[in-house]
Structure formats: C-alpha cells, structure tokens
C-alpha cells in the first residue's frame, strides 16, 4: 500500500464529490473531527454505559468520555508514526498531508464507539439473542443467509460505519460524508458477517454498506484479501486507532474500580506500579516516590500512575507500528499492537487484563446492567419489529408514530432493510432512553402530563 493513496482529502459522498485539501482554515481531516464533535450520535455517547452503570454520585466513564480520552491517545500515537515517516523520507505528492496523520487517528478514535448500543456491550449480545435465538428468530426465513449473519451477530464496529455513510431517511445523501481515509481508519475488521465466522463474530460493514467498503478501499488501493467473502487488509492507521482503544479502556477501567470500591487503594497501586521495571525505569520511579511526598489524595495518586502509564504504552505501541511497518504496509500483518508490546508493559498490561475479567467485568452491578439490558432491547426489537412487518394494526401505527422521522421505512422497502432499520432505531438509543420506552411500551410508566 502507498500514502500517497492511503491519505486521501476526497470526501465519500454519492454523486458529489471534492478533492480539495483546505477550506477556510481547516483541513478536510480536521472538518472530520469537527463534524463529529457537534453531531448527534457523539453527543448521545454521554448516556451510555461504557462497563459500569452511570451512577449518580461517583463519576465513572461513559462511552463519550471514554472516546474523547481514546482520541487524545490516538493523536500522540498518530504523531508519532507521522514522525517515523518523515524520518523514512516517505515521498507524497502533498507532503503536508503527514502532518495530519494525528488528526486522522483521532478522529477515528472518535468514531470507534459510536455504532454501540445502549447498555454496554451487552447490547450487542442482547440484539444478536434476540434474532439468534430469541423471539426474533422466525425471521430467519425472510432473509438471505448473509443478510441473517448480519442481525443475528450483530456488531457495533459495521454499525459504525453504517451511522457514518447510510443515507438516513430525510438526511443528506452520504450520511457524514467523511473523507475516505477516516473512514477507512475505523474499520478495524474490514470484512463481511460470513467471513467472521471463523473469527469470533467481528466484522466491519453489514450487506447494506458492503459496496460503499468497496468503494472506499478501491479508492486508497488498500490490499483485498478475498472477493468471496470480501475481505480486505486493514488500512495502517486502524491499528493506531485500535491501540489507542486498548490503552485507555484498559487502565481506565482499573481507575474506575478504585473509584467503586471494587478494588482497594494498595490493589489499584500495585497493579498500575507493575507497569515500571525496577531497574530500567529508576528515574521514572523517583519522580513516583517525590510525587506521592507531596501529593497524598489517593485518587490524584493513581491519576498521576495512570498518566504515565499511558504515556509509557503510547511508545510501546508505536515502536511495534515501527517494528511491524513493512509488514502492515504489505498487508500481511493482522494483529493488535498491544499483543506485541514487550518486557515488563507487557507482563503488566496482562495482568490488567486478567485482574479485569476475573475481578471488574463480573461484579453484580455490571451483571445487573446486562440482564436488564437483554430484557429491555429485546421487549423493545420485538414490538417495534412486529409493528414494522404489520404497519396496519392498530398498535403499530401507535407505536411506530413514537419513531423518528429518519427511521420511517416504505413498503417498497425490502425485508431486510426494514428489520435493519429497527435495529438502526434501537443501537442508537441511550441507556435511559431505552428504559423509558420499555416502561413505556410495557405500561410501567404513562407519559406526564404538563
């Protein structure tokens, strides 16, 4: 793969497309960014659950808190390769476009989350159950076999890629109309649900955005892998993004746990010291010790640990990117930077891990979360989905007036573009949003009257 087409300005936009690099003051990446920041889908990340239920009295992460920190980490690690390959003298044809990388990375870190349903990612599972194995399986027979793997694995990272270039009924043509580029930075699994199946169940665009792929990957030349299914390599910058991801959830979910008691004070330090080696890091560890003398809040503390963690890790992956280059480039590399980090990070960042499943990811009040959360997604698809099938009724027309207006579907419209649209409605929802309708819609709670 060459930068030269990989860092693309052209915008995806059916019938309509530019080429300019500026406009105004802003670069076209850096208009991404914006674009973002002021939409709607980014504003409801506030109201989701990113691992823990949002309290009220103890401010833990939220899915939009968590991407705004991923996109601070994204862009010091897009920085940092855009520094690599100046050093590498890599020829463009606009040499300026490498001072965007960070911008690039950013933004897709952004994005990276904005395709997941309420509830965490037991959202996810709960609207695959329903289709898979809940009251949503009798429509199996109405779709084809890829149009099922689709909804009944339902993923949030295709999702994504959907909400950014699906043409919304009553929205401009294009969804966001973003740049080839960032688009094709936030598909981390650039394949189709049929060839996920070996995988694990990821993927990166459902049937519906299958072309629109196509036509992105075309346009920056990245590398197919396979036509049935169609398969694609990542672009390079999705394993900047990734990493990015990896780093911040990880940690701050151990940050999140001292702040809910689940784990203690010596615990969350013990863990986050791990990540210094003893002998290679003497001077990193001073500066801990003279800090901990004058800082003595406990949450300042392990904020400062966190902090240079971050850091430490950020250089980590990067020397992997660089490490990895020639093989990322060729499209033959297919693995997460943070795998390949080494020496004491890597024993650490581990350990993180295995502390995380065994001690964070199964406590009552996540557990909690995720049974409520397959109980009111799937009330929910399973209303709006019968409705849908049978607008005629009664009901449905009650409860598919509540819809938005960029939700509407037609009767020309196909099967399984109409059940899509109901899982478009549905992934969108914040956590209260959902649960007020699902009071609503189960007479629970009437609506007030002002």
């Not at 084809?144 to 699906?166: I, K, P, Q, V």
């Not at 009553?170 to 598909?187: F, N």
Request: hydrophobic share 35%.
């Amino acid at each position: 793969m060459n930068w030269n087409k990989l860092l693309s300005a052209q915008r995806y936009h059916p019938g309509n497309r530019t080429s300019l690099f500026h406009s105004h003051d802003r670069s076209q990446f850096q208009r991404d960014y914006d674009r973002l920041i002021f939409s709607s889908p980014f504003r409801r990340l506030q109201n989701k659950t990113q691992v823990f239920p949002l309290p009220g009295n103890i401010f833990v992460h939220n899915r939009l808190t968590h991407s705004l920190e991923v996109a601070s980490v994204g862009r010091s690690l897009g920085n940092k390769v855009s520094q690599f390959l100046r050093r590498q003298q890599v020829e463009l044809e606009n040499p300026e476009l490498l001072e965007e990388i960070g911008t690039i990375v950013s933004t897709g870190c952004l994005a990276h989350d904005l395709g997941n349903p309420p509830f965490g990612h037991s959202g996810e599972e709960a609207i695959s159950y329903f289709f898979s194995e809940g009251e949503g399986n009798y429509l199996k027979k109405l779709l084809s076999d890829e149009e099922w793997n689709d909804l009944s694995h339902f993923e949030g990272n295709a999702n994504t890629f959907r909400l950014l270039t699906h043409s919304f009924n009553g929205r401009r043509p294009g969804g966001y109309t973003m740049t080839y580029t960032t688009l094709a930075s936030i598909v981390k699994y650039p394949y189709e649900s049929t060839k996920a199946n070996a995988k694990g169940f990821k993927y990166g665009f459902f049937q519906s955005e299958k072309e629109i792929y196509r036509e992105v990957a075309e346009k920056l030349d990245i590398v197919m892998l396979s036509e049935k299914p169609l398969q694609y390599a990542r672009h390079p910058l999705v394993y900047l993004v990734e990493a990015a991801d990896d780093i911040c959830y990880q940690i701050m979910d151990i940050e999140d746990s001292h702040k809910l008691r689940i784990l203690s004070y010596d615990e969350t330090i013990a863990i986050l010291e791990s990540f210094y080696d003893k002998n290679g890091d003497k001077e990193d560890l001073k500066i801990i010790a003279r800090t901990f003398k004058t800082v003595t809040d406990k949450n300042e503390r392990i904020a400062f640990l966190r902090a240079g963690i971050i850091n430490k890790l950020i250089t980590a992956c990067a020397e992997v990117f660089i490490r990895h280059y020639d093989a990322i480039m060729a499209g033959t590399f297919n693995s997460a930077l943070i795998k390949h980090v080494e020496g004491t990070c890597k024993t650490a960042y581990d350990a993180c891990t295995k502390l995380a499943y065994e001690r964070i990811y199964h406590t009552n009040m996540v557990t909690q979360i995720q049974i409520a959360g397959f109980k009111i997604l799937g009330t929910i698809l399973k209303e709006y989905t019968d409705a849908i099938l049978k607008p005629e009724t009664y009901y449905a027309r009650n409860i598919l007036s509540v819809m938005p207006e960029q939700y509407k579907v037609s009767k020309e419209d196909s099967m399984y573009t109409k059940i899509q649209t109901v899982v478009d409605y549905v992934s969108g929802m914040t956590d209260s949003y959902a649960l007020n309708l699902y009071r609503k819609i189960k007479g629970i709670e009437l609506p007030e009257i002002r």
